[in-house]
């Protein structure tokens, strides 16, 4: 495996891993405004402190290589329900399934289990 493979990797994951994380600090500082974009997406702003937990569970997850796949998994479940939630407001919603992609795609660069598993040219 190249270095380069792997940094190229570790650039991908890191923009939505970023994105993650500062989702979950918002919402767990409620900043002014906060609560009326929880309303307006349906959920109770009594939710926000468990779904920070949950987001930065699965992010952490994600970074930690052992189990990154299982992290890549998860992530990809939270951010469906964060695409369903944008659909059924009508907000846009390409940024949750761009996000996953990037996530799946940085691990396929770094990790070559990941690449033994679904590879992409016949071998």
Known sequence: MTKSRIWLGRALSAAPVLLLTVSAVMKVIQ?????EGMNHMGWPIGKAVGLAILE?????????????????ILLTGYL????ATHV??????????????????????RD???????????Q
């Open 112 to 122: 070559e289990r990941l690449r033994a598993l679904l590879p992409l040219v016949k």
């Open 31 to 35: 900043p002014t405004g906060f609560a």
């Open 80 to 83: 469906g329900g964060a695409t």
């Open 56 to 72: 930065l569970t699965c992010t952490a997850v994600y970074l930690v290589p052992r189990t990154s796949v299982l992290g890549a």
């Open 88 to 109: 059924r407001v009508d907000d846009p919603f390409f940024l949750q399934p761009l996000l996953g992609a990037m996530l799946w795609g940085g691990l396929y660069l």
